[in-house]
């Protein structure tokens, strides 16, 4: 399959500052060497605990952060050297989808001309056209296409999500990032999203990142999945693949934590000891080292590198090089 998008030792790391003078006085790692690739067509899922990276790592594709070292490439052009009018010009193949699409925009701004504002933007259409496109978007979403004129209150979290949905399709995008994008969903509304999205991945050809900490939503969407802890990437590997035979101590431990329907399925349930330890100092060696059952002495010491164990299944344990 076609390489769409390809991340390639991606670092993103903020200043801390201190001290009269507001010196560096040290820094978060808050991405921390990660690589991958994502293929046309597919869903990439993207999982791990609150403060992991894994929000910074898609915000970086976008350059809403600006990455401090590494190359992001998407069909052959590194976005990291694009000037300003270049990205914003990328910015229409690449459309990112939030937890609460309103959040960042007017509560006194319609749905319509929410949807309508990437269109202006990028300089799409006339009035007419763009109040045409709105009521298309809408019916493609599953909503009502005379509902534009209606506020954002109006709308359940679910309908809200489809109008978040329909204003990333606006510019019709080549590769969408939803960010936590039913987080804040109930589980019978989140699987109707989850639906909607594949649905428009299909009819629209998308690719998607999606990034979640909720392994069984990942599960539900992705066709691949990469797991990341304190800052790296830790395990990546197609989705059953992941799920069935995890090979990561990390990934083990967040698998055994969550229920399974099949009885003979059922794991151990590992309890990681400790919390998840700061990125502003984030341990020596492997990252994982202060809460792994399986720690060894080498892995104080030695990062372990992030390597294919066999049909694409990548992680980064020094268990496994053995
Ligand atoms: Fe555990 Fe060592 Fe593997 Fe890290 S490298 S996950 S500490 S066994
Ligand atoms: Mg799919």
């Known amino acids: 399959p076609e390489k769409l998008l390809e991340v390639n030792h991606l670092k993103k790391y903020y200043p801390i500052r201190g001290g009269v003078f507001g010196r560096k006085v040290g820094e978060v790692k808050a991405v921390d060497d990660v690589s991958f690739t994502v293929r046309k067509g597919?869903?990439?899922?993207?999982?791990?605990?609150?403060?992991?990276?894994?929000?910074?790592?898609?915000?970086?594709i976008l350059r809403l952060e600006e990455p401090t070292s590494g190359s992001i490439t998407f069909e052959g052009e590194d976005l990291t050297s694009l000037s300003g009018e270049?990205?914003?010009?990328?910015?229409?193949?690449?459309?990112?989808v939030f937890q609460d699409p309103f959040a960042s925009l007017n509560p006194r701004k319609t749905a319509g001309l929410a949807i309508a504002e990437p269109l202006e933007v990028h300089g799409l259409g006339d009035r007419r056209e763009r109040g045409?496109?709105?009521?298309?978007?809408?019916?493609?979403?599953?909503?009502?296409?005379?509902?534009?004129?209606?506020?954002?209150?109006?709308?359940?979290?679910?309908?809200?999500?489809?109008i978040g949905i329909?204003?990333?399709?606006?510019v019709q995008p080549k590769l969408i990032i939803a960010d936590e994008p039913v987080s804040a969903l109930d589980v019978s509304i989140q699987s109707q999203v989850l639906n909607l999205m594949e649905d428009l991945q299909e009819k629209y050809d998308l690719t998607y990142?999606?990034?979640?900490?909720?392994?069984?939503?990942?599960?539900?969407i992705s066709d691949r999945v990469g797991v990341m802890?304190?800052?790296?990437?830790?395990?990546?590997a197609d989705r059953d693949e992941l799920y069935d035979h995890p090979l990561h101590p990390y990934?083990?431990?967040?698998?055994?934590?969550?229920?399974?329907p099949d009885p003979e399925a059922k794991r151990e349930r590992i309890i990681l000891s400790g919390d998840v330890p700061s990125p502003a100092d984030p341990p020596s060696g492997c990252t994982f080292h202060t809460r792994c059952p399986h720690v060894m002495d080498i892995c104080r010491e030695i990062r372990?590198?992030?390597?294919?164990?066999?049909?694409?299944?990548?992680?980064?344990?020094?268990?496994?090089?053995?």
């Open 86 to 96: 270049k990205m914003r010009r990328m910015r229409r193949e690449i459309q990112m």
């Open 304 to 322: 372990p590198s992030f390597k294919n164990y066999g049909g694409n299944h990548f992680a980064a344990c020094h268990l496994l090089e053995k």
């Open 166 to 170: 329909a204003r990333a399709l606006a």
């Open 251 to 260: 990934t083990q431990a967040l698998l055994s934590a969550v229920p399974t």
């Open 209 to 220: 990142v999606f990034i979640a900490h909720d392994l069984s939503v990942v599960r539900h």
């Open 132 to 162: 045409e496109k709105v009521k298309e978007l809408l019916s493609v979403v599953g909503l009502d296409p005379y509902h534009g004129e209606r506020y954002p209150h109006q709308f359940s979290g679910g309908q809200r999500q489809r």
């Open 42 to 60: 597919e869903t990439l899922g993207i999982v791990g605990e609150s403060g992991c990276g894994k929000s910074t790592t898609g915000r970086s």
């Open 229 to 236: 802890y304190l800052g790296g990437m830790v395990e990546l």
